[in-house]
């Protein structure tokens, strides 16, 4: 791969921060036009790398506009760029995200916010057998890129239905099941990225294979496709 993220992609992004207007951005659009350009050309050579090992139905870039009908900060952009890469099938599970910040970029993998059916089947597999889970989440080095799932989003005590006696409740509590991977602004438009981060992408296909597996099927193992 030899397409990089351009250093004016975070210069423009930074400026946009203290600038979070109409008016700058109205001045400055020719500039975040060709960022737009090579972040799309970026993002392409992205997905061509995932589809060497896994198969992508749809690139998703996210917009530069912010929803700001029931938020109360009122600036109309996003400060950051990012896309997500969804895979093909409904056999196959899970989902790619990158996102482009100065000091916060980062890529993430998995399941955010699933279906109350999807974190119900989930919960109903750790709290049955978390051996399969566990021994993914400690893989050297699936543990030295991610160090286990966000935790920041989970339930106090246990979900309905569940023990908070359970051993398995660490895993339980979670409502999102996603792991990420922080890069510095010199790495994201380092010649070497797209390499680095397509290496962070497929070290989540073990978790997405047991995932599908989980997710296309119930808790005795027969197949919801089939259906």
Known sequence: MSVTVPVS???????????NHKDWMDAHKKQYQANEKALKKFYLEIEKGLNKTDQI?????FRINRDIRFSKD????NVHR??????????????????????GSAMAGGFFDPSPADLLRIRKEFEMDATPIRKILSE????????????????????????????????????NYFVVHHFTDNEVTAPDFPEK???????????????????TTDLNGVSLLDQ
Do not use: C, W
């Not at 975070?10 to 203290?18: A, C, D, T, V, Y």
């Not at 139905?57 to 870039?61: H, L, Q, T």
């Not at 969804?86 to 996102?99: Q, S, T």
């Not at 294979?209 to 989980?214: A, K, L, N, T």
């Open 9 to 19: 992609v975070f210069e423009f992004l930074k400026e946009l921060k203290h600038n």
């Open 57 to 61: 139905e749809k690139m998703r870039i």
């Open 74 to 77: 009122k600036t109309p952009y």
């Open 82 to 103: 990012s896309v997500s890469f969804n895979r093909a099938g409904a056999h196959r599970r899970g989902g790619y995200y990158l996102r482009i910040e100065p000091g």
């Open 140 to 175: 050297k080095q699936f543990k030295q890129a991610f160090n286990g799932f966000v935790q920041e989003y989970k339930v106090k005590t246990a979900p309905k239905g569940f023990s908070s006696d359970d051993p398995n409740i660490d895993l339980i509590r979670l409502k």
């Open 197 to 215: 981060l397509t290496h962070h992408y497929e070290l989540l296909r073990p978790y997405f294979d047991y995932m599908s597996e989980v997710l």
